[in-house]
């Protein structure tokens, strides 16, 4: 089922473009969560933000390990809206759905590919809430439209244009297909950094 998109979480370490694409989603009326950078990208762009922290009641702690990792945030996005039971346990504990997830990984094979990087940065640069929203988001495909690439900013605006808020199973069944493919890229790449070092001293 086609639903209007109504919240989304932006969290990203590629910015292109994000301002201008934030910028249309609340044109749209969608409510904007975001995290650390990001969110202060977008407030200086002149978009509302909330601040996930304030969303979960819960502060971005660890040195920003734990941001993202809390059960409104994923509760929010791998609720299927069709089930009753999951609609009825969201209500019981005041739960939000979240219509839309865009983001990007930290850069590990370019944080890598220095010279002098070390294995504590290397592995500082392993991205842990990212992937688990996206694959999250990508489980949830018929409810949750998941972006990675801001090549596909434009596409979707048109589509959400052309269809009063809303993407087509099609177009979510698509993006989470890129999803799958950029998760096992990345761990490929962890997995062959890792694999090349002898002892972690």
């Not at 990001?38 to 200086?44: D, F, G, N, P, Y």
């Not at 969303?55 to 660890?62: D, H, S």
């Not at 019981?92 to 983001?103: E, G, P, Q």
Request: hydrophobic share 40%.
């Amino acid at each position: 089922m086609e639903r209007k998109i109504q919240r989304a979480i932006l969290s990203v370490t590629d910015k292109s473009d994000l301002v201008d694409f934030a910028q249309k989603l609340q044109e749209f009326g969608v409510e904007i969560l975001s995290t650390g950078g990001t969110a202060r990208m977008l407030r200086e762009g002149g978009i509302t933000v909330q601040d996930v922290s304030d969303f979960t009641g819960f502060p971005e702690m660890l040195d920003g390990r734990v941001k993202t990792l809390h059960p409104k945030v994923h509760a929010g996005i791998l609720a299927q809206r069709h089930n009753p039971e999951h609609m009825k346990t969201m209500a019981a504990h005041h739960l939000k759905v979240i219509d839309m997830v865009v983001v990007n990984l930290y850069a590990f094979e370019k944080t890598v590919a220095r010279d002098d990087c070390t294995l504590e940065e290397a592995v500082e640069n392993i991205d842990i809430g990212g992937p688990t929203m996206l694959r999250a988001a990508a489980k949830n495909y018929r409810d949750v439209a998941v972006v990675v690439d801001p090549g596909d900013y434009g596409p979707i605006i048109q589509e959400m244009t052309a269809r009063g808020g809303q993407l087509s199973l099609e177009t979510r069944f698509r993006l989470a297909k890129k999803v799958f493919r950029l998760t096992h890229e990345y761990d490929g790449a962890i997995t062959r950094y890792l694999e090349s070092i002898a002892s972690p001293e």
